[in-house]
């Protein structure tokens, strides 16, 4: 019997259900009808009696309805997602009540080419028509329906997942309040179809693939098995493949010189081929690979803008930097078109060496971040209990260092800023000012930010954030899209700040920029009396250490503004210990200054 | 009959010779021995009175003796470099005599699996023995002796080929003078068995295979095309791949919803697994890649550092940024093996989109740099003639803004330098300051710069140079490597200055740099008078968009030394129209500066 750990759901039994009959047929995209339909499904945890604790999860090509427990008590794998999913973990069943169907044309209890055609009574094999993505989430609905489910909080899924949670969000936009596609894609790229093909090829061209009817025979299991070495391959980045296995040998010391699998990644793929087989029906690949191959948001709906555009839940899209199968670019893609949509769109890339598979390996770090945001849209009024690490309480720390700067900073931006106004805060950090902006003066606002853990503080406060790279990010906004831009105390370590400058005076109707000013008299009196590059308590690292890229003052502010055609509306110098501003010499005077500039 | 353009080699044949007699069989790395042995080979153009100009072509995986030109006048495809190898071309054939042959256990004239074993009278197939890379260069080098080569000028190969060029050096240091590597490695990674394992995984467990014994019936044709397609995928890069193919679809405007090929990506896999059927012997393809995935030099010679100790010729290793098949950190550790046994080496990471197979597809990029580092080594007296394209001129241009300054800095640093040291120079831009020094002080020295044109300037002038960031060199040399390592007006551009300093001091015995000076007067001058950061003939840059991300000044460099326990052995401050050091406060009157420090 197998060890079941406390923060497990326990044993569980998978359902089948009955959604499609045979008389009533479901239309397909492909335009040929389907019927009956059953449905495998597992669920996890209890809804509660408003009904709004449900989530649905959307697994990829080769999972099925069970993401985690038992299904018996001799069942020696948990689910796979068990990690993630159970009480206490990073979707906590003791909060949510949490489902998940084998999708349709699977071969783990729906309705897939497998299953017997009423008409032959024969396995389907090729003569199951072909299904897309849009089909397996309309009888996900059908389900959920069925179950007496018309809401639910959110769809979470990752890889192929992800692109049932994307068509989720697009197809039924009422239908959840938050969505959570991971390591995905909108479509495939010409080389993630090659991947596909080549498969494909493989188990088509295995010579008892017999037309795909081998059902009572042996089957394309050389070809199957193939297709899963390529897939793995794929799912690992070359680093964690090379950490993982390296050039080790699996038994000998030796090079035995014959063909043989001699190295430890061999025999891994060796087994992972062979296991795969076992327990997957290769026609059931043929026809999810060729789903996910015709998945293509852009062409369904003419564009991402516009697919995006009637996305009206949460959305909370993570990708890992080293997957190379759906990357990160692609992740990006999907921010870009919600973000010019002005939809509620935070993301975060994470650090992970473990490629594509990191949504199945990083359970610790994604579960921070999905356990955060569930929090955040559950019950947006409760504070987020903090888990602080060391590193973070290290960073805390250091940041309390330029407290009471940033505090005069913020409280004097925030007295420039019309209530209910729509704001992008560049280098947002821990979200500190957007916090006050939507609690004081209800602004609608976005936060972009580099750090990771930064992102996650954002997250667990329910702030909308993104990861990216702030030139990235202004060049996807249209045209005076918000009120008021802030770039505060950021200026100086930016690069590229012409190019940013103009895209932020392009984007936003109002600008306002913070920077220590370089000219204060104390910077001007130690160049000229100790003739050394300025060390003040707003300028205080090491001219080798420093993360300001530019020493700027406001005069030479001032000349840039002019050399952009921006108007200055406002300039405000300031000392830390005076709020109000310096009037006199301000260039000489004062230690920081605030700008207020536009451009028509 | 095809067209050939004036710049081939024309008609050439492919010659076989004998190299190994039956009753003298070559005993391989294996222990097994084989004889007889055929090697196919071609040859372009004239080997001069000297013998001083044969280069040797290393080929691929699927390449073959046949590099460039027509083996008769209705050949279709010229040889797979003949973009690289002719008249005038990257490899000039009016200059060098170049040989190609094909390598042992392949299937293109030289004995391979399908030649016929004398044992049994049919072919070999699986009864061949295991072959290895150094087995494939011994006889490379029996096939030279044989037609009277004892000494040649280059061995040049791409891929695989890359991996005889570098056993080749190791293993026959004396042969010759130079070695060029391309988008190659010592060892391949996980990922790359992975892909291998798969393709061998394909082909021999199609069930045609029949043990290797499918000379007279039909082949293992699906599994060697599945083999193919995998290879062809690892062979462009996402990008590349994308831009080719994206999602087009090849025929129809819309979905088919069915298994055939539909989209241009699939197609095109189809087509080079086919052809590469009609060409290529399944046989040879499982024992050439095996032959890769045994390769590795570290295993072979107990570490890189100890193999590459062996090395006697000029090395210049070329990879391409986006091969993620043999990748860049792959020939980074070649060079840094090579440099820090002290040889003569050179590398350039090329900047194309077209990942591994970019050694194929980017003959003007490489073939400059090729024949520039081949002009170089054969006639090192001989100036290169200058090809300057418009890019260039105006770097060029942009650089004479900057060259009194230079000259001034340069004649300073040279007066510094004893003869005959030994000296890095890094960011040494296009080369002015080791050429300067090997001419009038005989120094020996190795050049770090980042910028591709400039690399391409300093290989022309046969200057060893290395594309390598500073910190990451720098950490691999030993202590005291070098007499005196030079920053020359670049130190207030680097990131990571205290990490970057600490080496230097580490690996030099004299660490030379200089820097503009930012606590001139006419600096402190704008501060305190205009309030404007610094601007000056040596600081021009406006803050939005100065490289420079330090400003520092005498004092500052003073206490920098200081931090890192390093002793200043001299500090001379210079005008720009004085050459002589500035002697009255320094600090204040120096526009530029030039220290020499070091470190216990």
Chains 1, 2 share one sequence.
């Not at 009817?213 to 098995?225: A, E, F, N, R, T």
């Not at 060796?270 to 026809?287: I, P, T």
């Not at 009206?312 to 990160?328: A, E, G, N, Q």
């Not at 702030?470 to 200026?491: G, H, M, P, R, W």
Request: hydrophobic share 40%; glycine share 6%.
């Amino acid at each position: 019997m197998a060890k079941i750990d406390e923060n497990s759901v326990g044993i569980v039994e998978t359902k089948t259900i009955c959604i499609v009959q045979a008389d009533s047929p479901l239309s397909l995209e492909s335009g040929k009808t389907l019927g009956p339909i059953d449905v495998a499904y597992e669920t996890y945890g209890l809804i509660n009696e408003k009904k709004d604790n449900v989530i649905l999860i959307c697994h990829a090509l080769s999972g099925n309805a069970h993401v985690a427990g038992h299904n018996s008590p001799d069942d020696k794998k948990p689910g796979w997602w068990d990690m993630m999913v159970g009480p206490g973990k990073g979707i906590d069943t003791n909060k949510y009540f949490v489902i998940c169907s084998n999708f349709l044309g699977g071969c783990s209890g729906t309705t897939g080419p497998s299953s017997i055609n009423p008409k032959t009574k024969k396995p389907y094999g090729l003569d199951f028509p072909m299904i897309t993505i849009a089909d397996m989430v309309k009888v996900q609905k059908m389900l959920l329906e069925k179950l007496g489910i018309n809401k639910i909080l959110a769809v979470i899924g990752g890889s192929m997942g992800g692109m049932q949670v994307l068509q989720w969000a697009i197809e039924y936009p009422d239908f959840m309040r938050a969505i959570i596609p991971i390591a995905t894609t909108t479509r495939l790229n010409a080389q993630s179809i090659a991947f596909d093909a080549v498969g494909r090829n493989a188990i088509i061209g295995d010579p008892y693939f017999n037309d795909g009817q081998y059902q009572d025979k042996q089957g394309p299991d050389k070809g199957l098995s193939i297709a899963r070495m390529i897939g793995h391959i794929t799912y690992l980045s070359e680093k964690g493949m090379h950490e993982k296995f390296g050039r080790e040998l699996k038994t000998a010391e030796d090079y035995k010189y014959e063909f043989n699998s001699e190295f430890a990644v061999e025999t891994y793929l060796d087994h992972q081929g062979q296991a795969f087989v076992e327990r997957f029906d290769a026609n059931s690949y043929l026809y999810i690979t060729k789903a996910m191959d015709y998945f293509d948001i852009e062409r369904s709906y003419g564009s991402l803008k516009k697919a995006f555009a009637k996305v009206k839940s949460r959305v909370f899209v993570i990708s890992f930097i080293s997957d190379w199968l759906f990357t990160p670019a692609q992740s990006r893609a999907i921010v870009d078109a919600l973000f010019a949509n002005d939809k509620d769109i935070s993301f975060c890339d994470i650090d992970s060496p473990y490629g594509h598979d990191a949504f199945l390996l990083e359970p610790e770090t994604i579960g921070a971040f999905i356990s955060g945001f569930l929090h955040a849209v559950h019950e947006p009024q409760a504070k987020q209990p903090q888990k602080t690490d060391s590193t973070r309480k290290k960073r805390r720390l250091r940041r309390l260092d330029d407290a009471i700067r940033t505090r005069v900073d913020y409280e004097l931006i925030e007295s420039l800023i019309e209530p209910d106004s729509k704001i992008l805060d560049l280098g947002c950090g821990d979200g500190q000012l957007l916090t006050s902006l939507i609690e004081d003066k209800n602004i609608k606002g976005h936060g972009l930010e580099l750090e990771q853990d930064l992102v996650l503080e954002c997250i667990n406060q329910g702030l909308p954030i993104i990861q990216y790279d702030l030139y990235q990010a202004l060049k996807n906004c249209e045209d005076k899209s918000f009120d008021y831009v802030i770039l505060s105390q950021t200026v100086q370590t930016i690069k590229e700040t012409e190019k940013v400058f103009t895209e932020m005076l392009r984007v936003g109707k109002k600008v306002i920029v913070s920077f220590p000013n370089f000219a204060h008299w104390r910077c001007r009196a130690q160049l000229l009396f100790t003739g050394k590059a300025p060390k003040t308590k707003q300028l205080h690292f090491d001219w080798y250490n420093s993360p300001n890229v530019h020493c700027l003052s406001l005069k030479d502010f001032d000349q840039f503004c002019d050399k952009l055609n921006a108007k200055i509306e406002k300039k405000i110098p300031i000392t830390k210990k005076r709020l109000a501003p310096v009037k006199l010499a301000p260039n000489f005077f004062a230690e920081q200054v605030i700008y207020v500039a536009s451009k028509d």
